[in-house]
């Protein structure tokens, strides 16, 4: 056997095989469908609107330079004063 025939039936063999392997199923997916697009689109949404959330919570709760002190509501009503009295006090006011 010649040179020439060896490297024709292996040319022919490669060709073969390289058509067999690619007439199957088609290797790339036509693409996602805009149904498909738009859930994954949502799903990314919400998923960013849970993160800052999550980081607006941590900011209220745990802020150190946030501090807070309660302080008392001292309104100087001390006793039962009937609401008249508080009135008369308050005229000059309104």
Do not use: H
């Amino acid at each position: 056997m010649s040179e020439k025939f060896v490297f024709g039936c292996l040319a022919v063999f490669i060709c073969s095989m390289l058509i067999i392997i690619n007439s199957g199923e088609p290797s790339r997916s036509p693409g996602l469908t805009y149904d498909e697009k738009m859930a994954r689109w949502q799903k990314g949404l919400t998923k960013q609107v849970r993160l800052m959330d999550e980081r607006e919570k941590e900011k209220s709760y745990f802020n150190p330079s946030m501090d807070y002190k309660s302080e008392p509501l001292e309104d100087d009503l001390k006793g039962n004063l009937p609401i008249k009295e508080l009135i008369q006090g308050f005229r000059g006011l309104l």
